[in-house]
């Protein structure tokens, strides 16, 4: 049998790796809405972005913790908004909120930017 070294955790790749996730489901979140697709598949694409969002939260420095739990509040909020009959809400509306909530993730916490906020204990 083969020995194997302990996988080493490095959190900084990890976070890069949630970054990406996270924009990559933001993004399928935004064509989702542009295409017009069901609402249980958008509903799912917004679960996985609150869950990227909440590893990523995990993975950084206290001071840096509020933007990011106002994000996950407002993907909930769209999340229990879908949850609801479509005719007490706008699709549309949907977009709008989502750019306006992904802005300041994708401009304030780049992994770049982060490398020294990043908590150096695994979480």
Same mark, same amino acid.
Do not use: C
């Given at each position: 049998p083969?020995?194997?070294?302990?996988?080493? /955790?490095?959190?900084?790749?990890?976070y890069?790796?949630?970054?990406?996730?996270?924009?990559?489901? @933001?993004?399928?979140?935004?064509?989702?809405i542009?295409?017009?697709?069901?609402e249980k598949r958008?509903?799912?694409?917004?679960?996985?972005?609150?869950?990227?969002l909440?590893?990523i939260?995990k993975?950084?420095?206290? @001071?840096?913790r509020?933007?990011?739990e106002?994000?996950?509040?407002?993907?909930?909020?769209?999340?229990?908004?879908?949850?609801?009959?479509s005719?007490? /809400?706008?699709?549309n509306?949907f977009?709008?909120?989502?750019?306006?909530?992904?802005?300041?993730?994708?401009?304030?916490?780049?992994?770049?930017?982060m490398?020294?906020?990043?908590?150096?204990q695994?979480?």
């Amino acid at each position: 049998p083969i020995d194997y070294p302990a996988k080493v /955790y490095d959190p900084k790749a990890d976070y890069k790796y949630r970054f990406s996730l996270f924009h990559v489901w @933001e993004k399928e979140f935004l064509a989702g809405i542009d295409d017009q697709i069901n609402e249980k598949r958008l509903r799912y694409l917004v679960e996985n972005i609150i869950l990227q969002l909440q590893e990523i939260d995990k993975l950084v420095v206290e @001071e840096k913790r509020p933007g990011l739990e106002k994000s996950i509040a407002g993907f909930k909020e769209i999340g229990q908004t879908l949850a609801g009959p479509s005719q007490l /809400y706008n699709i549309n509306d949907f977009r709008n909120k989502t750019v306006q909530l992904s802005k300041p993730i994708l401009l304030n916490y780049l992994p770049k930017k982060m490398e020294d906020s990043i908590k150096i204990q695994k979480p």
